[in-house]
């Protein structure tokens, strides 16, 4: 009986191939800032923090739902956490914040039962928990802002998690393809910005993306569609291209949301605990709104099949 999933060991040649691409371009951004070694030393850290989260994530999933569960917790816990204390930030305290980030974690395992069906049933029955509780327990009512966030947080991070984990257990080979796309948008545009980058994109919510990063990270993911379309021999090419450039633009409007809110609470990061890459959902905006959609997509070609 296989321990991981047989689909891994070409997912991990095609991750070698973008790893080496990627250390190529971090050459070149570190003669171009010899100048600035602490510029380069931190760029170097996020580019390996980068590489491991991918790494994590598709040796993860290759044990099935069950092997993703812990990292999705750990995203889930982390990413709520952060979510609240952004909003506390700008519009003061939320009622029983911890309640609310247990309830929109646990609202994930919904994603255990593998099917649509038992991924909302969770996050509705932790949605109604969460702002129900409050209420009940404090006997008073509860600031808006706090509801309004418990809505936002399970949409944003309870369902695109639970989905990721049905993702992993029923299209290894689509999940491996969400996971490499998105890092590869993320690094990509990053790289290519600061190497080329003289257009803001929009200086307004994010003053370091430009177009020439955007654009590079686009073609980088059709590329890498390409590149991975022999493990989806159900997709045509034509829909495997359209699917990696959608996911490309998803990502960007994700990370643009995020940019968004860090703009509007006055931070930087959402948190330090992905070190020098902030949070999780500094590092995870993008997957976080791309999942659903891609999901929905995905559901549909099995049920077509």
Same mark, same amino acid.
């Given at each position: 009986?296989?321990?991981?999933?047989?689909?891994?060991l070409?997912?991990?040649?095609?991750?070698g191939?973008?790893i080496?691409?990627?250390?190529f371009?971090?050459?070149?951004?570190?003669?171009?800032?010899?100048?600035?070694p602490?510029?380069?030393?931190?760029?170097?850290?996020?580019l390996a923090?980068?590489?491991?989260?991918?790494l994590?994530?598709i040796?993860?999933?290759?044990?099935?739902?069950?092997?993703l569960?812990?990292?999705a917790?750990?995203?889930a816990?982390f990413?709520?956490?952060?979510?609240?204390?952004?909003?506390?930030?700008?519009?003061?305290?939320?009622?029983?914040?911890?309640?609310?980030?247990?309830?929109?974690?646990?609202g994930?395992v919904?994603?255990?039962?593998?099917?649509?069906?038992?991924?909302?049933?969770?996050?509705?029955?932790?949605?109604?928990?969460?702002?129900?509780?409050?209420?009940?327990i404090?006997?008073?009512?509860?600031?808006?802002?706090?509801?309004?966030?418990?809505a936002?947080?399970?949409?944003?991070?309870?369902?695109?998690?639970?989905?990721?984990?049905?993702? !992993?257990?029923?299209?290894?080979?689509?999940?491996?393809?969400?996971?490499?796309?998105?890092?590869?948008?993320?690094?990509? *545009?990053?790289?290519?910005?600061?190497?080329?980058?003289?257009?803001?994109l929009?200086?307004g919510?994010?003053?370091?993306k430009?177009w020439e990063?955007?654009?590079?990270g686009?073609?980088?993911?059709l590329?890498l569609?390409?590149?991975?379309?022999?493990m989806?021999?159900?997709?045509?090419?034509?829909?495997?291209?359209?699917? *990696?450039?959608?996911?490309?633009?998803?990502?960007?409007?994700?990370?643009l949301? !995020? *940019?968004?809110?860090?703009?509007?609470?006055?931070?930087?990061?959402?948190?330090?605990?992905?070190?020098?890459?902030?949070?999780?959902?500094?590092?995870?905006?993008s997957v976080?709104?791309t999942?659903?959609?891609?999901?929905?997509?995905v559901?549909?070609?099995?049920?077509?099949?």
């Amino acid at each position: 009986m296989e321990i991981f999933n047989p689909l891994i060991l070409p997912t991990l040649v095609i991750a070698g191939g973008e790893i080496a691409i990627a250390l190529f371009f971090f050459m070149i951004f570190a003669i171009i800032y010899r100048r600035d070694p602490t510029k380069v030393k931190h760029d170097a850290l996020k580019l390996a923090i980068l590489i491991g989260i991918g790494l994590i994530l598709i040796a993860a999933a290759g044990l099935g739902k069950y092997g993703l569960l812990p990292v999705a917790l750990f995203l889930a816990y982390f990413g709520w956490q952060e979510l609240l204390e952004t909003v506390q930030i700008k519009y003061g305290a939320i009622a029983l914040p911890v309640l609310l980030q247990l309830l929109g974690t646990v609202g994930i395992v919904g994603g255990v039962w593998g099917n649509v069906f038992a991924i909302f049933c969770s996050a509705i029955v932790a949605t109604w928990v969460a702002i129900a509780l409050p209420i009940l327990i404090l006997r008073h009512p509860p600031p808006m802002h706090g509801i309004l966030t418990t809505a936002f947080g399970i949409v944003f991070i309870t369902i695109p998690l639970a989905s990721l984990l049905t993702l !992993a257990d029923s299209a290894y080979q689509e999940f491996n393809l969400l996971i490499l796309l998105v890092l590869t948008n993320d690094g990509f *545009s990053q790289g290519i910005g600061k190497i080329l980058g003289k257009t803001p994109l929009i200086p307004g919510i994010s003053p370091n993306k430009t177009w020439e990063g955007t654009i590079g990270g686009l073609l980088a993911c059709l590329v890498l569609g390409w590149s991975l379309s022999f493990m989806l021999p159900e997709w045509r090419l034509w829909q495997v291209l359209l699917l *990696s450039g959608g996911v490309a633009l998803m990502a960007l409007t994700g990370d643009l949301i !995020a *940019s968004s809110l860090k703009r509007e609470a006055g931070i930087k990061d959402f948190g330090q605990v992905l070190a020098v890459t902030g949070g999780v959902l500094d590092k995870f905006d993008s997957v976080m709104f791309t999942i659903p959609i891609f999901y929905f997509i995905v559901h549909c070609k099995q049920s077509l099949n």
